[in-house]
């Protein structure tokens, strides 16, 4: 066991006096974590770099603002407020927002820019408008009408958008609208990703627009098959009776199709999609020269996916790609078409490790272009002219995300340059050609930091350099900010558990103090990261708590092997893995194991409820949000990759749910959940709540009427957090300090 401890003088040299952190200052403004920028773009010729930013009096309203690179000047371009004072979002805008985890947003959420750089589309609560960049006080609305997935077309021709589950171009030389599509409405959608596309396969748009402005791919589905969750949406003044189309694990998905359409005079061309239609439609995407089509068709046991060109003159079809699975195979990324060369790049797992692989356009693989034990997260850009191909990795630690340099040839595939020099964590925007890329950068002790770089990591200029000084929003608590730990422990068979952990503010070895673990669990995500993190898990540090975070196997950044350990049955190893982590704390010294607890949201939800079942006398209290509690309450695409369908898998998911483990649960419980969650629906907690009630067992709830999964907005989550906190203070008896 390796262990990277910060030393201990460091740890003990806090100040008894130091201003801690409340949970109303999280969520009050300004934002603690200082200026936030999202959403950062560079202009088209490089001259600007734009972002949303919240404000200093409210930091849920997001403004458009640009940074001029050659002044170094700084202005908001467009005012969300001015642009429109009222915001009226529909149902459907709101839905997209929670799937986005953007629901707590308000103002601009999303912009593009033209591909002249001269103007820029902001779609604004159902409007579009668009603003010239050389007046930006003027913005023209060119469509209204509760409008969704706005796009510009890459020649600049025209403006796309979705409207009434159909598709219209707006030719912007003349000022028509064009409806493209016409049988949208009811159960039929054009243009749209349905729910799992959504919230499982990262679609945020079902259209897809040829280079050339010639021809618009799009999706056609149809959600009839797909059962009616009939449920209660309960508000504070009223509830609603919704039915929603959900299609649970081993129920019928949408009918999907595929079709191109010309924007100049709107004929339609059918896709065929092969034979199967119980399949999903992944994406779309075009080749460099806009000759080509291509899609990603994935099987409904997610076992196959094929990548599959299409001639657009003659709608000729051949295979490129077949990826396959013994458990699943993940959905990763777009192609890549280079631009100069009839080529594109392609990422797989098939060597048990993510990779890159050039691969030419009749399918045949020309070379990989990363390689060894080692993975990548996504490709980040290609500059044709020096032949490097950038992408993000966790290779130097898997807690960190840095950018490296690969080149085309393969001559540095298992040897890539690593092009980020600070640890931690980099999220990175290049700009089209790859000759600059915006920086954002953060680690334990060092809130978000936005730089311009050139691609050897040259700083050109600050953006937002967010320093952590005397007038930073932060500063008061700066004294009081708890140090993260990193180590790693060993599963039952042998594979690397990566943990962090917080040791509360005044950290005293002599003393025993309660544990607050923080689970998710799930796959798709990693927990133990190392930015700047949740400022919740600092206040729990400051309130006298040691805070622990582990990433089980079936944890995402890593390899293969390590996420296919969960196939078949969800819960059983993720348990074991947290248990290694508990025992490990009860261990400790400084470690009182009467006195811990855990927490968890969604897939953490189910996670809290498993490990109380299995581990009650270690587990002193626990608090659920949101939980899944039976697999067949959830969505086909997510569950059945990892369990199959349940008359496939009876046992799995008996085995996988909550309900056959509740013997065990004897630790308090708080059971927290939204009333009209539309993504985990609140039968889960229902289901639950009867069957405690039924075994006699006593727990603490708490429901948030009009709450969604995230249950957004600022008084709701300090509600939130500052109920989570007097559970464990009560239950763990944890007076501020740490003190039994």
């Not at 993975?375 to 290609?382: C, F, K, T, W």
């Not at 931690?424 to 920086?439: C, L, N, V």
């Not at 798709?524 to 540090?541: C, N, P």
């Not at 947290?578 to 006195?595: C, E, P, S």
């Amino acid at each position: 066991m390796r262990i990277l401890l910060f030393t201990l003088l460091a740890a003990m040299s806090f100040s008894t006096s130091a201003e801690r952190l409340t949970i109303d200052r999280i969520y009050d403004n300004a934002n603690l974590s200082g200026s936030a920028p999202r959403k950062l773009q560079v202009s088209p010729d490089g001259s600007r770099v734009t972002f949303l930013r919240g404000r200093d009096n409210d930091q849920f309203q997001l403004d458009l603002w640009e940074f001029n690179v050659k002044d170094q000047s700084m202005r908001r371009l467009v005012d969300s407020k001015i642009l429109q004072a009222e915001e009226n979002i529909s149902d459907q805008e709101k839905a997209r927002r929670e799937r986005e985890r953007i629901a707590n947003l308000r103002g601009i959420v999303d912009y593009s820019w033209s591909p002249d750089g001269k103007q820029l589309l902001v779609p604004l609560a159902g409007d579009l408008y668009l603003i010239d960049l050389s007046n930006t006080d003027k913005a023209r609305k060119i469509a209204s009408g509760q409008v969704m997935s706005a796009q510009i077309s890459p020649r600049g021709r025209y403006v796309s958008y979705v409207r009434d589950q159909n598709l219209f171009v707006f030719e912007l030389s003349s000022g028509t609208e064009r409806q493209l599509t016409k049988d949208g409405g009811g159960t039929v959608h054009n243009a749209e990703a349905e729910f799992v596309a959504q919230e499982e396969m990262a679609q945020t748009s079902g259209y897809w627009w040829a280079p050339d402005d010639s021809r618009i791919a799009f999706k056609r589905f149809d959600e009839s098959p797909v059962p009616v969750a009939r449920r209660f949406e309960i508000y504070a003044n009223r509830t609603e009776v919704v039915e929603q189309r959900y299609p649970y694990a081993g129920a019928s998905n949408v009918l999907v199709s595929l079709a191109l359409v010309s924007p100049e005079n709107g004929v339609i061309q059918a896709i065929d999609l092969g034979k199967e239609k119980d399949i999903y439609l992944v994406r779309a995407d075009w080749s460099a020269d806009a000759s080509t089509l291509v899609f990603q068709r994935q099987s409904r046991n997610q076992k196959q996916l094929d990548l599959i060109a299409v001639d657009k003159q003659s709608l000729a079809q051949r295979s490129l790609i077949i990826e396959t699975a013994s458990t699943w195979v993940s959905i990763l990324d777009k192609p890549y078409f280079l631009k100069k060369t009839q080529q594109f790049l392609w990422m797989s797992e098939r060597s048990g490790r993510k990779h890159l692989y050039l691969y030419d356009l009749q399918g045949k693989l020309v070379r990989a272009i990363s390689q060894g034990e080692w993975g990548i997260d996504g490709l980040l850009a290609v500059d044709e002219q020096s032949q490097t191909v950038y992408v993000a990795s966790n290779r130097d630690a898997v807690s960190d995300k840095q950018v490296y340099a690969l080149k085309l040839d393969g001559s540095t595939a298992d040897q890539p340059q690593r092009v980020t020099k600070n640890d931690g964590w980099h999220e990175t925007r290049f700009s089209a050609k790859a000759e600059i890329f915006i920086d954002t950068w953060s680690d334990d002790n060092t809130p978000p930091q936005v730089s311009l770089r050139k691609p050897d990591d040259t700083l050109i200029t600050w953006i937002e350099h967010n320093e952590l000084n005397a007038s930073h929003p932060y500063a008061r608590f700066k004294e009081a900010h708890v140090p993260t730990e990193y180590g790693s422990l060993k599963a039952e068979d042998g594979q690397t558990l990566y943990y962090s952990i917080k040791k509360p503010l005044n950290f005293n070895p002599a003393k025993r103090y309660p544990v607050f673990l923080q689970v998710y669990g799930g796959p798709g995500a990693q927990t133990v990261q190392r930015h700047w993190g949740s400022l919740f898990e600092q206040y729990m540090a400051q309130q006298g708590y040691i805070v622990f975070k582990l990433d089980n196997r079936g944890s995402a950044r890593r390899e293969r092997q390590f996420t296919n350990t969960i196939y078949n049955t969800l819960g059983k190893h993720e348990v074991a893995d947290q248990l290694v982590g508990i025992n490990w704390l009860r261990q400790q010294d400084f470690v009182d194991a009467k006195r811990i607890g855990v927490f968890g949201w969604s897939y953490g939800g189910f996670m809290s409820l498993r490990l109380l079942s299995a581990a009650s006398d270690k587990i002193a209290a626990g608090v659920s949000v949101a939980p899944v509690t039976d697999w067949a309450l959830y969505d086909t695409h997510y569950v059945e990759q990892f369990i199959n369908q349940p008359k496939d898998n009876a046992e799995g998911y008996r085995q996988s749910g909550v309900f056959a483990h509740l013997d065990g649960l004897k630790s308090p419980l708080l059971l927290m959940h939204g009333m009209a969650d539309d993504n985990v629906l609140f039968t889960n907690t229902t289901k639950l709540i009867d069957d405690l009630t039924t075994r006699g067992v006593l727990f603490d709830l708490m429901t948030y009427p009009g709450g969604k999964h995230g249950i957004a907005g600022a008084a709701k989550q300090k509600h939130v957090f500052h109920t989570i906190e007097a559970f464990f203070a009560k239950h763990l008896n944890n007076p501020v300090g740490g003190k039994p």
